[in-house]
Structures are given as structure tokens and as C-alpha cells.
């Protein structure tokens, strides 16, 4: 590693980064010890890496991203570096040939690499200039902010991942009783007035942000009509009850193919036990709990939408019923200014599965809209791409352009796996509208003439 220098930190915070690193490793730790060893090596989600892979990989994109662009330095194993150097995104024309790795290290030698690495990067963030202007990653600290939320984002990953372990690999601790509820709420609309809606956010107004998420753009709203409440299990069931998985009509032609192809005909989330539907659960098979929020492909929501003669709402729509509010001024958060906690919504981890919709009166927004921000993800009708100006970051370029190709959707507000840090409204999520394993709900929307 290149010898510290005594450089201005330019307001960046060492002992703060320090911290937060650090609280990011316990975190993983504790993830990792939920499995029993044999599971290290499986491989839950087809087109996925194994476990393995992400126990290094975490502090492999630190050493990449941090050390060897920011820094200049050499990195620390050339051979490990590589393997856990990037993940896959499923049916790319990578995955077959990166989920074919025969033989991953025994789990000695990736803990061995995990420490030297985890040393490396505290050693860098207390004495390095990890926040000057040598470059670009450099700059505001963008290294250090990028390696912190992108470990907070495969935290969410593994749990998804965990979902898919068989019951006996996994290890429940203390507080895992799901919250199941009894009936969910009445079906209501909420009118949400023609207005503007600010998607993203200009520089200066956060400390980090991914590529996509600049520059902000300005968007003018009509008005509409948007469910209060997520669409739930039982919602979701007249669905399947009244056939809509094998009325054609209802789905697009593409998603029509991909749903042929998977053989669906009911949520993943959903399995059925002698006779009766249930929801898998994280450590257990739960009776489906009625007012939970469906978790759905976007092909799936879509095609619910249309059954209802409804459709999904857009990124914007999506802003404006979020962070809109009836004095014209747009919040940092549905319920305002104050800081995310555990009244707010359920995520950062607080609870396994879902919670019952509604459940946290005080995060609902200016117009009375529940969750939307935390219990699963929001799908939107909005194709992921960059907003006119879009500039590729400099410490994980490929990070959102590789995604640009018109077959990813946006997804928005946060599920119970995703971190504090990452709660904030500029933040954009995006996957394949037929990937069937994200924590992903969501609301109807109609137009008002």
C-alpha cells in the first residue's frame, strides 16, 4: 500500500467510516453464522454464485474499488482478487460460465483472505488519503462510501439467497416468530393531486449516491389514483382463484413466454402443504398470512394490475405519492425530515419475513400512503436507465450502464433486508421483470380524468 500521507481529510470522517465498516463486517458475520456449514457451499439460487462467493467477494470489491483504483496499491492475492471480484446477474451471457467454478477455496483460505482484507481497508480508512482529489474515486470519498452500501447491498442478497436454503441449513435465532396479523385493511384509494416530483438528486445535496441517481431530474405528474395499502396475499389469491395465471389476455406477450417457460402458476413465495397454501418462510413454512404483501415478479404484478383494470405506477408517480406533500414541498422521507428508525418501516433488518401492510402508521406520506419505504420493494412501471446527463462513477463504472439494456424495472423504497444507509429518496433498485426471488411488492394505480 503506498505510505500515508498527512493530507486534509476535506471534512471526511475516519472514525465515522471506521465504524460503519465495522458494523458492516459484524453484520455479514452474523448473516453468515445463521447457516450451518454445509450450506457455505450451496448454491440456493440457480445462475447464482454459492455462498462461498459473496463471504469473499465483500472484501474483494473493498480491495478493487478502495485499494487498487483509489489507492494505486497492488492489491493482496491476484488469483483471489479475480475470483470474487464481480457477481452475476442472472441469464447474462456470463452466468453459466461464472456459476460453472468447480472449485471454490476451502473456507479457511477465504477467511484468511477476508481478515487480510479487512485489515487492509481499516488500515486504509485511518491513515490513507482515502477522501483527496489525487482521483476521481478519491474524491468526496467516493471509494469508501461506494465499498460501505455496496455491502450493505449484498447483505439483502444473501438473505435472499437464505430464503431458498432448505429449514434444516439455517440456524433461527431469538425473535424469529412472524407477525402474521388477522385480516388485512379495507381496500382504499388515495388521490394524489397533478404536481411535480423531483426523481434523484443533485450532488451536493447528499454525500454519496450511485451513478444513477444523478443528475436529479425534475418531472411534472398528472393526478391519480393510488391504493393505500400494498397488494396483499389475500389480495393476490382471487388472482390465482379466478385463473389469471392461465388467462393470456392479461399478460404481455414476452412475460406470457417467460411464465410458460417457468411452468408458474402461483408467487415463488407461495408453496402448498396438505391442501392448504403457505408462505416459505425464513426459517419456517407460515399458513399465508393474509395481510402480508404478495411478493411478485413485475411480469406477475402487471398482469394482477391488468385484472384489475389497473396498471402499475411509474418512477415519478411512485415520487409524488412517496415524497409529494399538499404544501408543494417535496419531503426527504414519506413521513418527513426526521431520520429513519424502527416507527418508520420495517427494514434494516428488523424482522425475517413481512409484517401485516399498515403496520407503521407513522412512515405513511403526506397523502396517507402505508409503506413505502420498507416490507418489500415497490415494482414501477419505469424501464431502468439513466437520467439525461447520466455519468458513469468512477469507482464502479459498470455499476448501473451495464444495466441499460430496457429489460430491467425500477424498483423503489426498501424491504425488511435493506440497510439504514441505504434508505434515502434518490435511491434507485432495478431487476428483471421475471426474476422471481426479490423482496418485491406492490400498489395499483389509476388514471383520474
Not at 94 to 100: M, P, T
Not at 328 to 346: K, L, M, Q, Y
Request: with cysteine; charged share 25%.
Amino acid at each position: 500500500m503506498p505510505t500515508p500521507r498527512a493530507v486534509p481529510d476535506n471534512g471526511f470522517d475516519r472514525e465515522a467510516a471506521m465504524r460503519a465498516y465495522r458494523a458492516n463486517r459484524t453484520r455479514t458475520a452474523a448473516l453468515f453464522a445463521l447457516v450451518e456449514p454445509p450450506a457455505y457451499y450451496a448454491q440456493p439460487i440457480p445462475l447464482r454464485h454459492p455462498l462461498v462467493f459473496y463471504d469473499g467477494h465483500i472484501p474483494a470489491f473493498a480491495v478493487n474499488c478502495l485499494l487498487r483504483k483509489g489507492l494505486g496499491a497492488a492489491g493482496l492475492d491476484p488469483e483471489l482478487d479475480m475470483l470474487f471480484a464481480r457477481g452475476i446477474d442472472p441469464h447474462d451471457g456470463r452466468a453459466a460460465a461464472a456459476s460453472a467454478i468447480d472449485r471454490w477455496p476451502a473456507r479457511d483460505a477465504v477467511r484468511q483472505y477476508v481478515d487480510r482484507a479487512d485489515r487492509a481497508i481499516l488500515d486504509a480508512l485511518e491513515t490513507a488519503d482515502v477522501a483527496g482529489d489525487a482521483n476521481a474515486v478519491l474524491r468526496r470519498a467516493q471509494g469508501v462510501h461506494t465499498l460501505l452500501e455496496h455491502e450493505m447491498m449484498h447483505q439483502e442478497t444473501l438473505l435472499y439467497m437464505y430464503h431458498r436454503l432448505d429449514f434444516e441449513l439455517k440456524r433461527p435465532p431469538a425473535g424469529t416468530e412472524p407477525v402474521t396479523g388477522g385480516p388485512p385493511p379495507a381496500h382504499a384509494v388515495v388521490h394524489v393531486p397533478a404536481g411535480r416530483a423531483t426523481l434523484g438528486s443533485t450532488r451536493d445535496a447528499i454525500p454519496f449516491g450511485w451513478d444513477n441517481e444523478f443528475p436529479a431530474l425534475e418531472v411534472e405528474v398528472a393526478a391519480f389514483g393510488i391504493d393505500r395499502y400494498n397488494v396483499t396475499n389475500q389480495d393476490y389469491l382471487a388472482f390465482v382463484e379466478a385463473g389469471g395465471y392461465a388467462e393470456r389476455s392479461l399478460w404481455t406477450p414476452a412475460a406470457w413466454r417467460r411464465r410458460e417457460a417457468a411452468g408458474r402458476a402461483h408467487p415463488l413465495f407461495w408453496e402448498r402443504r396438505d391442501g392448504a397454501w403457505t408462505w416459505r418462510g425464513m426459517f419456517e413454512p407460515i399458513p399465508l398470512p393474509a395481510a402480508w404483501p404478495v411478493y411478485v415478479t413485475h411480469d406477475e404484478a402487471a398482469a394482477y394490475a391488468a385484472w384489475r383494470g389497473l396498471r402499475l405506477p411509474s418512477e415519478p408517480e411512485f415520487h409524488r405519492a412517496a415524497y409529494g406533500a399538499p404544501d408543494g414541498v417535496e419531503r426527504p422521507h414519506p413521513w418527513g425530515a426526521a431520520e429513519p428508525d424502527g416507527t418508520r418501516g420495517n427494514f434494516d433488518f428488523r424482522h425475517w419475513d413481512p409484517l401485516p401492510v399498515g403496520s407503521y402508521p407513522a412512515g405513511a406520506s403526506a397523502w396517507g400512503v402505508h409503506d413505502l419505504v420498507g416490507n418489500g420493494w415497490e415494482w414501477t412501471a419505469t424501464v431502468f436507465e439513466g437520467f439525461p446527463g447520466f455519468e458513469p462513477m468512477a469507482s464502479y463504472p459498470e455499476y448501473s450502464a451495464d444495466f441499460f439494456d430496457g429489460d430491467h424495472y425500477v424498483v423503489k423504497g426498501a424491504s425488511s433486508a435493506t440497510g439504514r444507509g441505504l434508505i434515502r429518496r434518490s435511491f434507485r433498485n432495478w431487476f428483471r421483470p421475471h426474476y422471481p426471488y426479490v423482496y418485491a411488492a406492490f400498489r395499483c394505480v389509476r388514471d383520474i380524468l
